[in-house]
């Protein structure tokens, strides 16, 4: 490794202090979620409000060159509903700078006990005050049945609010122990828990639970400012409504470990599953879609 590139990845003793201990990473392993030490500080979570507002009025260093057909992409005209706006890790550079702080992939690292970790996606969240608005209530899903493109089972999300969130803003909510169920099998993976019953995925859960004799127990993330919630990619979440007289802002960054590769998938019926990123990224030798291109799935950390 040369220097340059330790450099790249180093922490200081301090950030060190901050890493998940031998027993959070097993207790993550069996729960599904970890609740960091504080990796941000104020000025940097105000720099991500600043830098958002920025983005939501107009501002971006770069577009993506086309729109893939399943993107999540708020715009002024959709009214005042949940946003939700993708690959804001590419199309804005004050906000990738923040999230590329080697010790948030650090910490992803030793969660996943991978040696490197890249973005998979990023997700910008505005979740407005607003009690009565449905789309600021988000069913109950896990991650890992959406990304069956993918090899891992790895794979986890770090959700960073940029203020203190708890309950009355909607906090987001882990089912806990999920990760480690076995899934009832026959559930198409195409169709986005965004779009779908409230009441049918609530159905779902509790019959994934039965199938693993288990109970479901939500834990709310009560998440200070500059700390993060990690969950695996197999760990039921969800999120209720905003109760506060402030919007929730949020980014859901979806990483990867550095062993995930790309792998055909095909529905029931032979029709084949993509990400939206199939239609980004460079191909691989063999002609596949590479989720190590650094474009849109740039390494945050490397051992």
Avoid at 36 to 64: P, Q, W
């Amino acid at each position: 490794m040369t220097a340059e590139l330790t450099d790249q990845y180093a922490l200081t003793d301090a950030e060190r202090a901050l890493l998940p201990t031998d027993d959070e990473v097993a207790e993550y392993a069996a729960r599904g979620w970890y609740l960091t030490r504080k990796l941000f500080s104020d000025n940097e979570m105000d720099a991500l409000v600043e830098a958002t507002e920025r983005f939501y009025a107009g501002h971006t260093d770069r577009r993506l060159p086309l729109r893939p057909p399943n993107l999540a992409y708020w715009t002024p005209e959709k009214g005042d509903v949940q946003r939700h706006n993708d690959y804001v890790h590419f199309e804005n550079d004050e906000v990738a700078a923040i999230l590329r702080k080697p010790l948030l992939g650090a910490v992803a690292a030793r969660l996943a006990r991978a040696e490197e970790i890249r973005v998979w996606q990023s997700t910008l969240i505005f979740k407005p005050p607003r009690p009565e608005e449905q789309s600021n209530q988000v069913p109950w899903h896990m991650d890992r049945h959406y990304w069956q493109t993918c090899t891992s089972e790895r794979m986890l999300t770090a959700f960073i609010p940029f203020h203190d969130c708890g309950e009355r803003m909607g906090t987001i909510t882990m089912v806990d122990g999920s990760n480690t169920w076995e899934e009832i099998p026959g559930d198409d993976s195409t169709r986005h828990f965004a779009h779908r019953d409230k009441a049918e995925l609530e159905q779902l859960l509790a019959a994934n639970a039965a199938h693993n004799g288990a109970e479901v127990r939500k834990i709310p993330m009560i998440i200070p400012k500059g700390h993060v919630s990690f969950h695996h990619c197999r760990t039921y979440h969800g999120s209720g409504a905003n109760l506060a007289d402030l919007p929730r802002r949020a980014i859901s960054l979806h990483l990867q470990d550095g062993d995930n590769r790309f792998r055909p998938y095909l529905k029931p019926d032979g029709t084949p599953v993509f990400y939206n990123h199939d239609v980004l990224v460079r191909r691989n030798d063999e002609g596949m879609p590479d989720y190590t291109d650094p474009t849109y799935c740039p390494t945050l950390w490397r051992s």
